[in-house]
């Protein structure tokens, strides 16, 4: 087991910059999550610690060891696929015994680590069957199984749950960070489900564009954004834009919005706020104002969405349409059409540099 | 209702009609090989004289093991080189693999009356000149495209994430290609080893003028044998040949069926 780290790594295809000047450090034994859009540089960048492509610059290592220029095969990685590529021509056992096989172990060693890898993805029973004769599911843990059961320093996974259905992919998710735990190794998985990054992952990194664009636990990067794109492409966010007034910022029209946390800007620099949807109260307006919650903004409901456990506003204010999401707590719902006015804190409020 | 079952039965027809032109000739002339009249009359009296009296034509025995040693020695060197050929075109980009890709097709086409009189010219200019050798080569060439076309067919079907997958996994380029690679086109490769088998072993034009007297392939000394004068014995070594080339046949298709189903 090892700790992956990754410095000013760069890769172009043509004059495509799939990867500009990343870095991160991936701790032994973390479980990490690259998330991303599609053409964001996610899968280059698993792609390059795995070995299937080389950086143009920079450095890559595996446990302290220099690996970037060291093919696949030689640098004991495991690794997942979106598709599980698993051999046909070969049984569930004989997929799982590969890695072992090539490295010429003895039969008897193969038999025994295979049996083991597949009770610990639940798959005991059905080493003699053919890959096509499995489910979506049942694929997957095969896949993982042989990808572990080399003991290899790092586990790579490439959207290993995409091709599975929802229910499915949320015993998945529990499954994999299970085994993950039991065995301890270091997991990179790559993935465009903000969801999927939040609930499984100790820490995510977000990219763009073939830049990191930010990079910490999920909490972290889920109440203090650092850019628009981070806010809104991890979980839902209003942003409002207008001019730093030093603790927040000044709205086109002069209201002000007030920010408890995010960056430290120059008065009168542009500057954006983001408010997380669950953070705003929407009341009628005949409430008291409370004192915790300064921020106001008054609009008008232009669609509301039930979804039972709780409800989404869409409020128009100004051009601008504002999404609330309130639990459903019993208490009396808003129609369309109504004045609202809108509420929140200060410390739901991140500031953003534009 | 009606008009259904006329169209049924028309169509009936057709296969029935469609059948009977391509295998009625083969039919009668396998039948004539079990006749005891030399002249195809009838009524038909059984004999397998024509069988023994082939057994007896040494001429005739040695061009059929000259066209099942060249067949065979081309089916083995088109499909190893054939199939390496497709590894190469799938797995590496190249300056001018396109222009290579093209160019494979076009000896597929080029009438063989051309191919084999370019062939003679070609192997006197070198030194070669005629014989089984040239033959042999003549073959090589002929069957390559074919393989190479099948084997690269089912190279489409292919996932690279398995060889992927493979080198995740510690496998070397060798280990990639003989445990997981070669298994997923070996029904390629065994369709792609019998079409060379029977564009070697049919083989008429090319080897025609390849071959010197004594020097000859099954399908040459036939119909030399038939420009002397006809006998029964070409009907027997006839229905022989389409026997196993039929297997064959029915073989290639088995495995071309496989390739649709996996």
């Given at each position: 087991m090892a700790g992956v780290k990754v410095s000013n790594v760069s890769r172009s295809f043509g004059a495509h910059k799939a990867l500009d000047d990343v870095s991160i450090d991936f701790a032994d034994g973390g479980f990490y999550a690259l998330l991303g859009p599609s053409g964001s540089g996610k899968?280059?960048?698993?792609?390059?610690?795995?070995?299937?492509?080389?950086?143009?610059?920079?450095?890559?290592?595996?446990?302290?060891?220099?690996?970037?220029?060291?093919?696949?095969?030689?640098?004991?990685?495991?690794?997942?696929?979106?598709?599980?590529?698993?051999?046909?021509?070969?049984?569930?056992?004989?997929?799982?015994?590969?890695?072992?096989?090539?490295?010429?172990?003895?039969?008897?060693?193969?038999?025994?680590?295979?049996?083991?890898?597949?009770?610990?993805?639940?798959?005991?029973?059905?080493?003699?069957?053919?890959?096509?004769?499995?489910?979506?599911?049942?694929?997957?843990?095969?896949?993982?199984?042989?990808?572990?059961?080399?003991?290899?320093?790092?586990?790579?996974?490439?959207?290993?749950?995409?091709?599975?259905?929802?229910?499915?992919?949320?015993?998945?998710?529990?499954?994999?960070?299970?085994?993950?735990?039991?065995?301890?190794?270091?997991?990179?998985?790559?993935?465009?489900?903000?969801?999927?990054?939040?609930?499984?992952?100790?820490?995510?990194?977000?990219?763009?564009?073939?830049?990191?664009?930010?990079?910490?636990?999920?909490?972290?990067?889920?109440?203090?954004?650092?850019?628009e794109f981070a806010a809104t492409f991890l979980g839902d966010a209003n942003i409002f834009r207008g001019d730093a007034t030093g603790n927040g910022i000044r709205l086109p029209d002069g209201t002000a919005i007030a920010a408890g946390a995010g960056a430290t800007l120059t008065v009168g620099a542009k500057a954006s706020c983001a408010v997380r949807p669950e953070r705003i109260q929407i009341s009628t307006g005949t409430e008291k104002p409370d004192a915790g919650n300064s921020n106001t903004l008054k609009g008008q409901v232009s669609k509301r969405i039930f979804a039972g456990n709780n409800s989404t506003y869409f409020v128009e204010r100004q051009g601008q349409t504002l999404k609330v999401i309130v639990q459903n707590t019993g208490a009396e719902r808003l129609a369309e059409g109504e004045d609202v006015v809108l509420r929140w804190s200060p410390e739901s409020t991140v500031l953003i540099a534009a | 209702m009606a008009t259904t079952r006329i169209l049924e039965g028309l169509g009936r027809l057709y296969v029935g009609l469609l059948l009977a032109f391509l295998y009625l000739p083969i039919i009668i002339m396998a039948l004539m090989s079990f006749n005891v009249s030399p002249f195809y009359q009838l009524p038909f009296e059984w004999t397998t004289e024509w069988y023994a009296s082939l057994w007896q034509n040494d001429q005739l025995i040695a061009a059929t093991w000259n066209s099942l040693e060249i067949a065979i020695i081309t089916t083995i060197i088109s499909t190893v080189l054939g199939a390496a050929a497709s590894l190469a075109l799938y797995r590496y980009e190249f300056r001018g693999k396109k222009v290579l890709q093209a160019l494979l097709f076009p000896p597929i086409a080029i009438p063989w009356l051309i191919t084999g009189t370019a062939m003679l010219i070609f192997f006197f200019g070198i030194g070669i000149g005629r014989g089984l050798f040239a033959i042999l080569l003549g073959h090589v060439a002929l069957a390559l495209p074919y393989v190479i076309v099948v084997v690269s067919a089912r190279l489409q079907t292919f996932a690279p994430e398995l060889e992927e997958a493979a080198r995740s996994l510690g496998a070397n380029q060798w280990q990639v290609t003989n445990r997981v690679t070669l298994p997923w086109i070996m029904p390629g490769v065994i369709a792609g080893g019998l079409f060379a088998f029977a564009v070697s072993f049919d083989q008429f034009v090319v080897s025609y003028f390849l071959s010197t007297p004594g020097q000859t392939t099954l399908p040459v000394e036939i119909y030399a044998a038939i420009r002397k004068g006809f006998t029964p014995e070409i009907n027997a070594v006839s229905t022989i040949i389409i026997v196993v080339s039929m297997a064959l046949m029915l073989l290639t298709a088995r495995f071309f069926k496989f390739g649709g189903e996996k």
């Open positions: 899968t280059t960048l698993l792609r390059q610690i795995a070995g299937f492509d080389f950086p143009d610059s920079g450095r890559i290592a595996i446990g302290g060891e220099s690996v970037e220029r060291v093919p696949v095969e030689k640098r004991q990685i495991g690794m997942v696929f979106q598709n599980y590529a698993l051999f046909p021509n070969m049984s569930v056992a004989d997929n799982v015994a590969f890695g072992l096989s090539v490295r010429g172990e003895a039969k008897a060693t193969i038999a025994t680590e295979v049996q083991r890898a597949l009770d610990l993805v639940q798959l005991g029973k059905l080493g003699g069957r053919r890959p096509h004769q499995l489910s979506g599911g049942q694929r997957q843990r095969v896949a993982l199984a042989r990808a572990i059961v080399t003991k290899p320093r790092v586990l790579l996974l490439d959207e290993p749950l995409g091709a599975l259905d929802k229910a499915l992919r949320v015993d998945m998710q529990i499954e994999l960070k299970r085994i993950q735990r039991e065995i301890g190794i270091t997991t990179i998985f790559v993935t465009h489900d903000q969801e999927e990054a939040l609930t499984m992952s100790d820490r995510i990194g977000i990219l763009r564009d073939g830049r990191l664009v930010q990079e910490g636990p999920p909490e972290e990067i889920y109440d203090r954004p650092q850019s | -």
